[in-house]
């Protein structure tokens, strides 16, 4: 298939990367930021351009990859492509794209990206949508080369899926990260709790997270609650947070 | 060395098990109830006791792994031993063992354990600390026999990290549990995440969580961070807990 690649943000360059490897043939990459364009493009092979009016007209899939409030001005550039035109969002509606151009589709894949970091496609959830029977097979396709995982979903669910992530990795992520604050401030490093992290996650691979629930709030120990508290005086917005989750942990024991 | 095991709970069935690996004699393993300490002292050949008068007087070594506010009363039964007594909690001070025993110790083992999952001592970090220098020396040892991660840490540090440790498991692991609970009130299920649950963690063993948070949060996203609100409308502590934590997120962008 020859493709158009529109974004080079994280999820358009692990993308690119992830499509090249399945011998899928990238033509071109757009960004509005030439450089950053260039810079993509040059990893697998394809032209950089940050002029929509440069866009191939004639490849089978185009792919928009970017923030979700740009996915509508780039689609309607497209409005004349008579290939498969999709988004990579979890958020946005594929009416968004149906309505600019005749065959649209949603491939968005279920994970977190960050550009410095590989990850294998085999094991990444793809979400697909399409708005006709033979645009789904070509998405279907396509996301079974990539992954061994791969999920028709309607945008409500893909809605509920994209809600869920936010509690599944980018609250966890933001907490690793509260938990380093507190640390640093104490002239310990964040490599002393690594293993934690890695087993907590580790565990829920093959339990239900709410079953091997641990810590002072599930065993309601009030003592370390209010000791934990208390050391949190000076960061009244961890205080916080360390109070609203641990309700929210005690409320299961009802 | 002789090894009395005070306690059956999950911190205190792990450390049993690694203690047996590592060829040490653990020769009674005490709970209130008789059961539990049969199970486990079954399981690595010791006596299993409920009473504390028939605890060993001359082991070499005394762990006391109970419930935090459990450990003074069973250290006031070991007053007239002449063994190393130590307790494995990250919150509780060693003077609620210099106090009733002459010769004290911490060993805390930094990590979650559930009673089904098996995990491996060796990358888990061992805090230690104790009342001299032969009783340190005494564990500094043992602990590098279990691990590759011994950190010699006085009470206020080792306090430090367990808050820490809060934010960076039992935290994100509520958290999955709300992520399970959205999804199976929507007919999806837990596995649909975990890949996405397993990157999460797997990118900040090599990166610091500050510099790879993801999410709407982050890009200021208000369009996806506003859907989201108004999904959690019929789940007003969700909506609290998304609330918050996105508030806390967006904090570090200034």
Do not use: W
Not at 43 to 51: F, H, M, P, V, W
Not at 146 to 169: D, T, Y
Request: charged share 20%; glycine share 4%.
């Amino acid at each position: 298939m020859k493709i158009v690649l529109l974004g080079s943000g994280n999820v358009a360059t692990h993308l690119a990367k992830a499509l090249k490897v399945e011998g899928e043939d990238v033509v071109q990459v757009y960004s509005p930021n030439l450089n950053h364009a260039k810079l993509l493009a040059g990893a697998i092979e394809a032209d950089g351009i940050n002029d929509l009016n440069e866009v191939e007209q004639y490849a089978d899939l185009y792919i928009i990859s970017v923030k979700d409030d740009a996915i509508e001005s780039i689609a309607r550039s497209l409005s004349n492509v008579t290939g498969l035109v999709v988004h990579t969002s979890g958020t946005t509606d594929i009416n968004i794209l149906s309505s600019q151009v005749r065959k649209a589709g949603v491939f968005y894949p279920l994970q977190t990206f960050s550009k410095d970091k590989e990850v294998s496609f085999e094991n990444i959830p793809i979400c697909i949508e399409a708005n006709g029977e033979i645009q789904l097979a070509i998405l279907k396709n396509l996301a079974a080369k990539m992954s061994r995982k791969v999920h028709e979903l309607n945008g409500e669910k893909r809605k509920i899926l994209h809600l869920a992530a936010v509690f599944a990795c980018n609250f966890p992520n933001h907490l690793y990260a509260l938990a380093n604050k507190i640390l640093n401030q104490n002239g310990l490093d964040f490599d002393i709790i690594r293993p934690l992290i890695a087993e907590t996650a580790d565990k829920v691979m093959s339990n239900l997270p709410e079953n091997v629930q641990t810590g002072p709030a599930i065993r309601a120990d009030e003592n370390t609650l209010t000791t934990h508290l208390s050391m949190l005086t000076d960061m009244p917005e961890l205080q916080n947070i360390y109070q609203t989750l641990s309700n929210s942990i005690k409320l299961t024991l009802k």
